[in-house]
């Protein structure tokens, strides 16, 4: 076993999740509340948890998450990179699996500026010739 604290970061949109890692029993905290009270919503906690699932090591590490920006989706996604990062560092075994999944690629897409002249990133107001 390496250090104690594994500390990293994952992101996502405008989300960021920075992760701390140590060998215990399980405990998920997001902003010192639990999984199931941060993420109400079974899918956002599946999406959390699929690096663990992926490895069957559910129950041996006690994970803190402090989340900030961005809406639920892209703060679970973002979260899920960060506790893959915690694991390949914790455990170099583990990459493979889960770069398979592709856990461990940072979803590059950003949301497009507003333009000027223009409601929105690529929308056109409507053009009338007289």
Known sequence: MSMEVVNTVGRRKAAVARVYVKPGNGTITINKRTLENYFPLEIFRFVVKQPLTVLEIDGQYD?????DGGGIHGQAEAARLG?????CE????????LK???FLTRDSREV???KPG???ARAKFQFSKR
């Not at 506790?83 to 694991?87: E, G, P, V, Y």
């Open 63 to 67: 994970i803190n998450i402090n989340l």
């Open 112 to 114: 497009e500026r507003k």
């Open 118 to 120: 223009q409601p929105g």
């Open 83 to 87: 506790i893959s990062r915690a694991l």
């Open 100 to 102: 398979k999944s592709g």
């Open 90 to 97: 914790i455990n170099a075994e583990f990459r493979p699996t």
